[in-house]
């Protein structure tokens, strides 16, 4: 009661605000006779700081290309409500809400946004499981929209590998809840988008109908007319990037700080691991010194990519692909990480370069100082990074969209 209560005064000073700053926006000025895709997520997606958004925005272009109208919605609160991207994705052609007074001088919220677009929209994109399981009957009740389940990752597959590791009872207990809502939205979507076939395998054995699924991948190009790109000379040091809000990127940097760096320094005594990532928690922070530059959120990444000469992701657990890896290939960066870094990529014939154990960081660190010191080998791995994006292709994906927005 109190949290409604609190909820409701926000809003109410958020209305006055909006009437004092005199803030309108027409959501309906788009072209009528164009379908409508509604996309929802957690947040306006920041292509540039997680790989999940990076894909949305992706998508969100191909929609737009193939003549879609895109209705754009944050579940973030309205009193909580951060544009900065807005603009970006405005430009682009997307109706993206934040919060304004309709005609009468009343807060559209976004219940509101979405009943003034449902009559426009002939499908609801819900990306991530949370979104899916909290707007598809609120979707279904305004509009007769074709509700898609986005996964992003398969949330269940994730943590159950991530308990198996801990035991933790509350990882357990999440694990278990996620699994409950990701089969009751798969069965509840007319399509699931997974986004690798190892995603979708691990789901179809545990529903009990049958789904429409597509998968959708994360977007991937080699990137032919890269400029910047340095021999292996000219390289030094390794790279991770990662958002800290995803917990195996977490685990990731402590366990290369505590126990892959000590034994690297032996062999390499000069070398430097660069950490990039945004919203790096305390603890992470507080791991910054000479041979480990933790640098926070970076604008602009090429450099990085163009410079390192190895890029490490020793990741634990996770599900889907992990976009990290994808990007280091875009830029023909040779890289070491685990069976689980590596799903969704084939990285034949070459996997035995690339892959290492989780749980030898001895082992983990050999594969490093392999590639770190050995230029043929650096060049055999870099120069297979192109075809290894093949499936990857924006026009690979684009198919696969269109199959679901068919």
């Known amino acids: 009661m109190y949290k409604k209560l609190k909820h409701y005064i926000r809003k109410r000073k958020l209305e006055k605000k909006l009437r004092e700053e005199a803030i309108h926006l027409n959501f309906l000025d788009f072209d009528k006779t164009k379908k409508g895709v509604l996309i929802i997520d957690s947040i306006i997606p920041e292509y540039d700081r997680d790989s999940g958004s990076r894909r949305l925005f992706h998508i969100i272009e191909i929609m737009l290309k193939r003549g879609f109208n895109v209705f754009l919605l944050a579940d973030t609160k309205e009193y909580r409500f951060k544009n900065e991207y807005c603009q970006t994705y405005r430009n682009m052609g997307a109706v993206v809400y934040e919060p304004v007074l309709d005609e009468n001088n009343k807060l559209i919220d976004r219940e509101k946004f979405i009943q003034l677009i449902s009559p426009h929209i002939e499908f609801a994109w819900l990306h991530r499981p949370d979104i899916f399981f909290k707007y598809y009957v609120f979707v279904k009740k305004f509009s007769k929209a074709k509700l898609v389940f986005d996964m992003v990752d398969f ?3 994730r943590l159950k590998r991530e308990w198996e590791r801990s035991k933790d009872p509350s990882i357990e207990k999440l694990m278990k809840k996620y699994l409950k809502m ?3 939205n798969a069965e509840m979507a007319d399509v699931v988008a997974p986004i690798t076939e190892d995603d979708k395998n691990e789901l179809l054995p545990l529903l009990h109908g049958k789904t429409e699924m597509v ?11 890269n400029s910047g790109f340095k021999n292996f000379n000219q390289r030094e040091n390794l790279l991770f990037i990662g958002s800290f809000i995803h917990t195996p990127n977490l ?3 402590k366990y290369l700080h505590d126990k ?3 034994i690297l320094l032996k062999e390499l ?3 430097k691991i ?5 919203y790096a928690p305390q603890e992470i922070l507080d791991m910054n010194s000479e041979n480990f530059r933790v640098l926070g959120f970076v604008e602009d990444i090429s450099e990085y990519f163009n410079s390192a000469k190895l890029f490490v992701a020793p990741l634990a657990f996770g599900a889907g692909i992990k976009g990290k890896i994808g990007q280091s290939l875009e830029f023909g960066l040779p890289l070491v990480t685990t069976e689980i870094g590596a799903e969704g990529f084939n990285f034949s014939p070459n996997e035995e370069l690339m892959l ?6 001895k082992d983990f660190a050999e594969k490093i100082i392999s590639l770190y010191t050995d230029e043929t080998l650096w060049n055999q791995v870099s120069d297979n990074s192109k075809k290894i994006l093949k499936p990857f292709s924006i026009a690979n994906i684009e198919e696969n969209v269109m199959k679901i927005l068919k």
Not at 215 to 225: S, Y
């Open 251 to 253: 685990d990731a940097v």
């Open 182 to 184: 990701e089969l009751h």
């Open 274 to 278: 660069e950490i990039i990532g945004s």
């Open 215 to 225: 998968v959708v991948g994360n977007i991937h190009q080699f990137k032919n007319e």
């Open 155 to 157: 949330h269940y597959l």
């Open 269 to 271: 005594p000069a070398l």
């Open 260 to 262: 892959i760096l000590p």
């Open 356 to 361: 290492a154990p989780f749980d030898s960081p």
